[in-house]
């Protein structure tokens, strides 16, 4: 058992070292350290609460979904904080690029993730025209939190895991 955990965790440092070494440039630096704001909570609270007090009524019960769906999903993520207290990748390994003012909290879960996932879940639910859009602004902000520096694989996974997992609940409890 210790020496498959061993491998998985080293197996989640490698792709890190991939994703956060190999492929840095120029382009992805701009985007990503951008795009990675979707998944923080002034995003998310933003678009959810707009959603509900302003758009048409399938949009609106939607967005009121995907409020509740955010600030549950975040029981988890702070109890699995305290629970599993992973240090961020940059504080662990001395070559990650990161950017200015990177987060110093405990890495595992991404909230970013957590957030993106149960914001976009229920609106993919109801639109499932709209999946490609919201899922793939929910997989890049993932992307993005491993890209920065901020985050391992497993804590990204993790959280797409939980957002989504609590997103489809309260979605399933709602109906």
Do not use: C
């Amino acid at each position: 058992m210790r020496e498959r955990t061993y491998k998985l965790l080293k197996l989640d440092q490698q792709i890190f070292q991939w994703i956060n070494g190999r492929l840095h440039n120029r382009f992805l630096n701009f985007w990503l350290f951008h795009l990675t704001h979707l998944g923080g909570a002034t995003f998310t609270i933003s678009i959810s609460l707009l959603a509900w007090a302003f758009a048409p009524l399938s949009w609106s019960i939607t967005g009121s979904q995907a409020a509740i769906a955010l600030a549950l999903s975040h029981i988890p993520v702070a109890i699995a904080k305290k629970l599993y207290p992973r240090i961020r990748p940059y504080l662990a390994i001395p070559e990650t690029h990161t950017f200015r003012n990177p987060l110093s909290d405990h890495s595992f879960p991404s909230g970013h993730t957590t957030a993106a996932f149960s914001t976009a879940f229920p609106f993919i639910i109801a639109f499932p025209e709209m999946m490609p859009l919201f899922l793939g602004l929910s997989i890049i902000v993932g992307f993005s939190r491993i890209y920065l520096g901020l985050h391992y694989p497993s804590d990204v996974l993790a959280g797409a895991v939980i957002g989504t997992s609590v997103a489809v609940m309260t979605v399933a409890i709602w109906s």
